[in-house]
């Protein structure tokens, strides 16, 4: 990083208030173990892991913000426990609402003053690799207001008409796949544009860049990870499991 860097001010946001209504019955899906360790103590791991990053505030589920602030203090993190000011990062959690929105919204609503960027990353993220994180922040950095990474697609797209009762879907058609990105988090943003976009747009939308492309800013990719999946259905449990079981067998870790 630059000397610049130390005057360029990140803080990530992480929705963690989430069900988990797809991963089945159990825990808030944040708060289920993954090798041991909540969901979400991995996904802050990976942003206090970026140098860049100096504040990290979790959006907790709404009953679970005292539970939240226990696993922060109880595990190990760069720069201390929650309310420490002694190390690098600080931690701040707050309860968070009913959709995703909401909860980013919140955790917005929590940051102090003089932020020029805002990371917003999903905590059913957990193993992002920090090259990742550090690709986001640098291109906010350069000028982009948005910044998303994404992959390309590895399947077929088929648009189709939805049909709710369970009978076959007619196809309407096959979107061209190298115009096509699936998207990740941390997305990066100019902190000024993305509170903005939080506060005037209406309407709902899956990710926070939707939000800024309907004030009309552009939004950019940058290369996202294959470990930085979503943790959204049973097997993909088993999948981060296996990452995690692949970085301790090649980094002792
Ligand atoms: N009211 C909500 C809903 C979701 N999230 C967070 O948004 C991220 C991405 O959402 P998703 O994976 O869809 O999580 P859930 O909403 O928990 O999943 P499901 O739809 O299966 O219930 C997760 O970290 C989740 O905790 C949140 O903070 N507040
Ligand atoms: C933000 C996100 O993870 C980007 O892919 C995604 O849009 C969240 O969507 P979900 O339906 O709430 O999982």
Do not use: C
């Amino acid at each position: 990083m630059s000397d610049e860097s130390r005057t360029f001010r990140t803080a990530a946001v992480i929705p963690a208030a989430g069900r988990g209504v797809r991963l089945g019955p159990g825990a808030p899906k944040a708060l289920r173990a993954l090798n041991g360790t909540p969901m979400l103590i991995h996904a802050v791991r990976a942003m206090a892991a970026s140098r860049a990053v100096s504040l990290v505030v979790v959006v907790a589920p709404p009953d679970g913000e005292a539970e939240v602030k226990n696993l922060l203090a109880e595990h190990a993190l760069p720069g201390g426990p929650p309310g420490s000011s002694w190390g690098r990062t600080e931690y701040l959690v707050v309860p968070g609402g009913e959709s995703r929105q909401e909860s980013v919204r919140l955790g917005l609503d929590a940051l102090p003053p003089g932020f020029d960027a805002v990371l917003v990353h999903d905590a059913a993220r957990p193993l992002v690799p920090v090259d990742t994180v550090d690709a986001v922040i640098e291109a906010v950095r350069d000028g982009a207001p948005a910044v998303v990474p994404a992959l390309p697609l590895a399947d077929t797209v088929k648009q189709v008409e939805p049909r709710a009762d369970g009978s076959p879907e007619p196809v309407l058609a096959t979107p061209d796949r190298a115009t096509l990105r699936a998207v990740q988090t941390p997305q990066g943003f100019d902190h000024d544009t993305l509170v903005r976009a939080h506060a005037t747009v209406t309407g709902s939308v899956t990710d926070d860049a939707g939000m800024i492309e309907r004030l009309g800013l552009p939004v950019v990719v940058v290369p996202g990870h294959e470990e930085a999946f979503k943790v959204t259905r049973p097997l993909d449990l088993v999948l981060a499991e296996a990452v995690l079981a692949r970085r301790r067998a090649n980094d002792g870790f």
